[in-house]
């Protein structure tokens, strides 16, 4: 049995906490929010992010970040992108020399174009950093349906420690050492399932569906090549599954947000209206940075960019893309 806190009470919190509790760890589940931390106490439910889903007696709830710091052998990670620098800020002072920190948000911050884990090791540069991400809704795990993930980390060791906490008969976990292909994956997708859900919103059928994953696929990976990731990755559980999961699913935030979008929401009536945070949305500007420091194209994160932020309309945005210059599928090395 290990100590475990999970720093962040949203739906994927929550589902990974009852994983935790499952495999017969200590949980503490820390939340900002003094009202949070009431309800999901004396609830033992996220009614609002992932309801229907028990929360072990067992768990300890908490607003103390001290408390959820302190003595414990591994602490997750799994506030929303946007948060995860200053939450590592204020973790620090109790955060011991060795700690391992997994990861589980999905982001790029659009400044500094830092993945998450590189905020963390930033802001905690004692703490061993992990991350744990693939196809994995937090509706599906808090439910123990079967999931397939991937832990990276920079030594074997503290990858297969992250495995060995987290895997059960339910929640099975691989090891990679490509912790940046992982992240790229993770962030980028969230981009191209927006895109997804502004397809279905247009009412455009599976055909334009499939061409726009497909494609998004090789942009990711374009780009996670020249930024230090692996091209296998791209093929695995981070890349093509979790792209999969995202822009199919009505589970997914940023599917349903570009839905919305297709049927001419803005951005932020969409996300208003989607009620959590769409990473997709916080990632976009960060990802065409990212093309353009290190010269490669995406064509798509380009026309989301510009639905989002400069009120291009979905079907001029889909128009553009497909009448753009004839291309060969692959790309000469």
């Not at 830092?114 to 991350?131: H, L, Q």
């Amino acid at each position: 049995m290990k100590k475990v806190s999970v720093i962040g009470a949203g739906g994927w919190g929550c589902a990974l906490a009852c994983v935790l509790c499952d495999n017969g760890h200590e949980v503490t589940l820390w939340s900002a929010l003094p009202e949070e931390v009431k309800a999901l106490s004396e609830d033992r439910e996220n009614k609002a992010k992932l309801p229907g889903v028990h929360l072990p007696e067992t768990i300890t709830m908490t607003g103390d970040l001290a408390l959820a710091c302190k003595d414990k052998d591994l602490l997750v990670f799994a506030v929303p992108s946007v948060f995860i620098r200053s939450t590592g800020r204020q973790a620090a002072p109790w955060v011991r020399e060795g700690q391992v920190i997994v990861n589980v948000a999905k982001g790029i911050e659009e400044n500094t174009l830092d993945t998450m884990t590189d905020i963390i090791k930033e802001e905690i540069p004692w703490a061993d950093v992990a991350v744990l991400s693939g196809p994995s809704h937090a509706e599906e795990v808090g439910r123990r349906m079967p999931t397939t993930v991937v832990a990276g980390a920079r030594s074997e060791a503290t990858a297969r420690f992250v495995q060995d906490i987290f895997m059960n008969e339910v929640f099975r976990v691989y090891i990679s050492s490509d912790m940046m292909g992982i992240e790229l994956g993770g962030a980028l997708k969230n981009i191209i399932a927006l895109a997804a859900g502004v397809i279905d919103g247009l009412g455009l059928g599976d055909n334009t569906k499939a061409a726009l994953m497909t494609r998004g696929i090789a942009e990711i990976a374009r780009l996670g090549y020249a930024a230090g990731g692996k091209l296998e990755t791209f093929a695995g559980l981070s890349g093509i599954g979790d792209l999969i999961v995202t822009c199919t699913s009505n589970h997914s935030r940023n599917h349903n947000a570009g839905v919305l979008i297709g049927k001419g929401y803005t951005a932020d009536e969409a996300m208003a209206e989607v009620k959590m945070v769409v990473e997709g949305v916080y990632s976009a500007k960060a990802a065409k940075k990212m093309a353009e420091k290190y010269h490669v194209a995406m064509p798509i994160v380009d026309e989301v960019n510009h639905v989002l932020f400069e009120n291009k309309s979905a079907r001029d945005a889909m128009n553009d893309l497909l009448t753009r210059e004839r291309k060969e599928e692959f790309q000469k090395r």
